[in-house]
């Protein structure tokens, strides 16, 4: 099959660019204008989808060579840009950034998979002429760099008129506009990256402002232009069927937030219904034949999560009684018997897994692995393989040993996540595209315990 929207993407130097402020102004600007986009995310950040997903009204979407490789990459960039008009994808860290020193994984390798034309933005704060030497590196640097306009951000109407004509002639690439500096527009960060957008109050507000800016100083007509040039794209579409008719809970608030939509998407096309919940809210889990508790920020909600205790009687039950559970980062958190924060204080939260969670002040054990199942599992057989990620600033006693995790990038390996017929609980995060049989598998394990079929 072939797909052929137009598209382009949104990279940057490095991260703290502003890749995402001015994606999102371009969304909203194009939104303005009477145009629907599509929004994806290169790489495995769960936040960055969310602000596009607010902007926009529907679901952002992450695309990983890494987790996905290139034909499920494709596929999910023209599913998702079916009923669209353009797609606008973001990039991730700095453009030829990837694993290790390659750019494997890269927001330049999406790119070139995907034959996307790219724009850089660069933070021009304290720099003039030398923004030449770097688009013109950025460019050079690899012979389909594919780099077709730039915009730069935190620079002055004066500036950028001043400078722009000697840039081109520099450069040969054209400057697609400017966002000068704009106070109280900006997304805060913390220990895993932006705050997510629903703890913004006035998030729209700033979304219309940096579109406003947008519609007067970036030059969206070049930018639509640009997206045309894009070729037509040939992809395989996976083979889905239908598994079994299964209702499965879904914890998502403040709380537990980091969610695939794509991978959640890929569970009701095999016949799943998501029902979603809050842990901190909701007094008991709803009726389910399945639960997913994905990751998020439990550690900062530690005290509503500890009180609510009917609903941490609930999960222990229905966990206890080897009900189908996937429970990621946060979620598998949740689920040990005691978590400790940076200031001492513990917690108690599920107790379904026998051990205690603590903060810590880096990064454990970050970035993509291979995992591989060390047994039969509610997941997978012994010896199958989905690539993941791990990022997290806690660690555990309980840990797990039911998959062997490999860098891709090195000799690391090590053992993680508890996993058997009814539970796969753990730091590493999935994309469920990545090996849709462990999709096929949660759901056919729901419908047996839901049936009594052992």
Not at 83 to 112: H, Q, R
Not at 169 to 186: A, I, N
Not at 203 to 232: C, G, R, Y
């Amino acid at each position: 099959m072939d797909f052929c929207a137009p598209r382009f993407m949104i990279t940057a130097t490095n991260s703290g660019s502003g890749k995402t402020t001015i994606t999102c102004a371009i969304l909203k600007a194009l939104l303005n204008q009477g145009i629907k986009p599509a929004a994806f995310k290169a790489g495995p950040d769960y936040i960055d989808p969310m602000f596009h997903s607010r902007v926009v009204g529907a679901k952002s979407r992450n695309l990983d060579i890494f987790m996905l490789g290139e034909n499920t990459c494709r596929y999910l960039l023209a599913k998702n840009s079916k009923n669209c008009e353009i797609a606008v994808l973001e990039g991730v860290m700095g453009y030829y950034d990837g694993i290790s020193t390659t750019t494997d994984g890269s927001a330049y390798a999406l790119a070139k998979e995907t034959k996307t034309p790219v724009i850089l933005v660069i933070n021009a704060d304290g720099a003039s002429l030398s923004l030449a030497a770097l688009i013109q590196g950025f460019k050079n640097f690899r012979a389909d760099s594919n780099i077709h306009g730039a915009i730069l951000n935190n620079i002055s109407p004066m500036t950028y008129a001043y400078y722009k004509d000697i840039i081109e002639k520099e450069t040969g690439v054209k400057l697609l506009g400017y966002m000068p500096k704009m106070e109280g527009c900006g997304f805060e960060s913390r220990h895993l990256g932006l705050i997510t957008a629903e703890e913004i109050n006035n998030l729209q507000v700033i979304v219309d402002s940096l579109a406003k800016q947008a519609e007067a100083t970036i030059d969206l007509k070049s930018i639509i232009e640009i997206a045309k040039i894009a070729p037509s794209l040939d992809y395989e579409a996976p083979a889905i069927d239908k598994v079994a008719n299964v209702k499965i809970a879904i914890a998502q608030d403040k709380a537990f937030c980091f969610y695939y939509q794509d991978s959640l998407d890929l569970l009701c096309e095999m016949g799943a219904e998501l029902v979603p919940f809050s842990p901190l809210t909701d007094s008991e889990l709803p009726a389910c034949d399945g639960l997913i508790l994905g990751g998020g920020y439990p550690e900062l909600y530690a005290e509503a999560l500890s009180e609510n205790k009917s609903m941490l009687a609930s999960i222990k039950k229905y966990i206890l009684a080897k009900k189908p559970c996937i429970a990621e980062c946060g979620g598998f958190m949740y689920l040990l018997d005691k978590y400790t924060d940076r200031e001492g204080k513990a917690w108690n939260w599920v107790g379904a897994i026998t051990g205690e969670v603590w903060m810590t002040n880096k990064l454990k054990r970050f970035g993509y692995i291979t995992l591989e199942s060390q047994n039969d599992n509610v997941l997978a057989k012994k010896g199958e393989k989905i690539n993941g990620h791990e990022f997290h600033y806690s660690d555990s006693t309980s840990n797990g040993d039911s998959f062997l995790a490999k860098k891709p990038s090195s000799a690391a390996e090590w053992e993680c996540i508890n996993a058997d017929d009814s539970l796969c609980a753990g730091y590493p995060h999935m994309h469920l595209y990545g090996n849709i049989s462990f999709a096929a598998n949660f759901i056919r394990a729901c419908y047996n315990k839901k049936t009594n079929i052992f």
